[in-house]
């Protein structure tokens, strides 16, 4: 049915082309059509299996190495006699390989929800045309040609052109994101490529009545109609990885390459050597790949994201996707929504113009505080009559109530439309009180506001039983309808040169973009029958005008500030008209008055070279719809940047979904925009999600800390394993004390970097450049240069127990069976013992470097003696913890059989120090040659 432009052509033409009638279509008719059409429910499209989905978590590079390293423990425990040290390796390398796979697994089940959420926005139940008769039916029986009837309170069932309407206004904010309820005509609309907001003759799947009554035949069910296509859209839509996700992946293939290699040349060494049988071999292998795997880094990654995600709870942002925490700090571009995010989302009078003077509104949004402005001095408005009688006809024009907002937002809550909702609200600043004004004035019928008319009346009796017509509508509209004015405490005739200086007024107040309500009143004699309204709405008398606004958020210039200042680029994406787009655009900071805004229609002309050049530069789009939105993000990630998109409404969800960062709103949002999403804002600022981004800045960098001192630690490890081995000495340490070093020893202080105090002046800088890899040359440099030194002192401290406790090295390569002969004729020592030794001064020194060198990762930019150590408290107490633990693994009797380890003596300690000490002394600058590149770059 997508070939035909219903909203174009009048009713006859729809009823023709889906062959029905305004009695609708038989029982017959509809189960024949139900078989073509299928049934009006979203389907669900191919779809990952939960147990693909979890087994998908284990084709991660580093996961295959530990889960071959699994199967080797296991098998050299039973094959090569190892016992309970290889069941012991294999049980808690296995611990760790589940834990990070039931993880990765619930983040990505969860994210893939979204089509649930809008299943269940469908309406249940239809009141539908059959056979001449209205009956109720599940509205998944719908089919196109079918008539349907929806009053106040009504769920949309499907896409269908109006052919009745009565007072009949539905809330679209869904599916355009716009709150205000757009009232429903029947008569043809020719429009130029229009979008959902524009099509006021049609009714959409998923929205809400919100008064008066209409019918309409249905156009489109299912997956055809406009819900159904962003739901196919969210499907169909890929979540791409994140940065830090990338970072993981790069880092795991560049370690299995690392081991891959490592493990070759060993065993390539050994077999030319014929040093030992197979057993060993697979025993040093799974030595290697253990070292050179920071099992811990999953679970120290997941726990610093963990904690941030508790902390940005208290920023007003709750993350659903952990890596997003890690994303929203590299940023590039933040695609905001308008309406309630930038803006209040609250209606505000800002301007009056009566009696001839133009008066200025203070306050914003729902709240008591307010005050009167006359040329710059303050109004006394209860002393103008004229003011008095503006602000009563707003009250009386309307059906929106006001009642107290207990949520302590504000002081009221709107119940209705928000513009009938802001005339209440500046009364009660004027202090006109409703409830007095209902009491003085009790309406009898309304002639009810539609697109065509432009207006509404509201005939009420007054005191005396007096009848009068109040009326407001578009300003043009309703002085058209005048002859009189009331000006000067008097009614006199309105005058033609003052009609028009009365529209350019209204003009003044349309180019700050606000709504502007023209406002009248008609004293009758008698009722008219049936209140007609060509009779009712003549001969008025002009009152005034007021002019109003969503205003923006107090909030939003500081945070647009702290954006430019951060190297982020904000854009505005909104369904709302050009100029008011503008208006906000430009009062917030981000265009200049004449800066560029780009409709929907205009990006539907545009060829795809002209799209892709216009999303670098314009910073605002107007009147758009989801395909836009949608298109607008794809575009800005192929220009490599990354972005984040918030959203609220139901057609936000594909946009929300696709982007690197998806934000929902926690107040207004859609249940299957929070679903995509892989942010909630619980207040649905645009200042929060600066916030957030700050957040993840700083988590970022202490992900960094921890990643470069993990890695440093596990290269301290390979070096030494792997000089060792090729000079012919045994493992200097064996692979459950490797797993302690790499869980527990750097564990901890790892878990303390991650919430260390952040940098200062995170948001002074720009973000990292897209695609820029955590692990660049500067930190490979850095790491290097780090497990050298490390491997030099754990090096130094093997060799030297072996040397003192073994007696002598005869050349490095002797045969061991013979040194153990040796040794025990020399120092009286068994070799089992000198081994035990020196591996135990090798694993100690390890573990005491690398918590001195844990004060060097700190800072990204200092020498430890520069920074301010008593600031980090949670890493002074994993230092002292794992200095605990590791005495522990030294001198308590049943530990130290477990890890094979025996007590050191006092020199040991010196020695064991003594070589430690160069760890304070690395300089960072290795690291951080990129950060300085980026200090020069300027925003994008």
Known sequence: MSEHKWHSNDVAYAAKH?????????????????????????????????????LGQFTDPMVIILLVAIVISVFASIVGGEGDHGFIDAIVISAIVIFNAVFGFVQEYKSEQALEALKE???????????????????????????????SGARVPADGRVVYAVGFSIDEAVLTGESMAVRKVVDPLHLRNPVIADMTNMIFSGTTVVSGKGRAIVTATGMNTEFGKIAEMVQESEKDMTPLQHDLEDLGKKLGIVVIVLVAIVFAAEVLRNVGGMMEMLLTAIALAVSAIPEGLPAVVTITLAIGVQRMVQKNAIVRRLPSVETLGSTTIIASDKTGTITKNEMTVTNFFVNGMTIDVTGVGYNKEGQFFQAGKEFDIHQDPHAIKLIEIGQLCGNALLQED???????????????????????KAGVSYDKTRKDYTEITEISFDSARKRMTSICSGPDESLTAFSNGAPEV????????????????LKEDERESILEVASGFAEKALRILAFAYRDLDHEIPDWDAEEVERDLVFVGLQGMIDPPRDEVLEAMATCAKAGIRPIMITGDHELTARAIAYEVGLIERDGQVVTGAMIDDMTVEEFDAIVDTCNVYARVAPEHKLRIVEALKGHNQVVAMTGDGVNDAPAVKAADVGIAMGIRGADVTKEASDVILVDDNFATIVSAVEKGREIYSNIRKFVRFLLAANFDEVFLIFTMIMIGLPLPITAIQILWLNLATDGFPALALGVDPPE????????????????????MSFILVAGFVAFLASAFAFLWSLTVYGGW????TGDAVNWATDVSSVTGLTWDYVLTHARTAAFVSVVIFELLFVWNCRDEYHPVWKTHITDSKVLMAA???????????????????????????PLDWVVIILVCIPALFIPPHILFGHYREQKTTTAA
Not at 23 to 36: K, M, V
Not at 127 to 141: A, F, N, T
Not at 478 to 493: H, K
Not at 809 to 812: A, D, E, T
């Open 18 to 54: 889906l062959n029905t009638t305004m009695e609708g279509i038989s029982n017959s008719e509809a189960e024949t059509r139900l078989e073509t059409h299928g049934y009006n429910e979203l389907v669900t499209l191919g779809r990952i299996s939960p147990l693909r989905m979890f």
């Open 121 to 151: 926005m469908a309406a249940p139940r239809a009141l539908v045309m059959r056979d001449g008769l209205w009956i109720e039916i599940d509205s998944k029986q719908l089919v196109p040609g079918d008539i349907v009837a929806l009053e």
């Open 406 to 428: 207990l949520s302590g937002r504000g002081d009221w809550t709107i119940v209705g439309d928000p513009t009938e909702g802001a005339l209440l609200v500046v009364a009660e």
């Open 478 to 493: 309703l002085l058209s309808l005048c002859s009189l004015i009331y000006e000067n405490g008097t009614v006199r005739p």
């Open 760 to 779: 200062k002046g995170v948001m002074d800088r720009p973000p990292r450049k897209p695609g820029k890899k955590m692990m660049d040359r500067g930190m």
């Open 809 to 812: 090295i005869p050349g490095l």
């Open 879 to 905: 230092v002292l913890l794992s200095i605990v633990l590791t005495l522990a693994t030294v001198y308590v009797p049943f530990i130290a059989v477990l890890f094979q380890t025996v007590p050191l003596n």
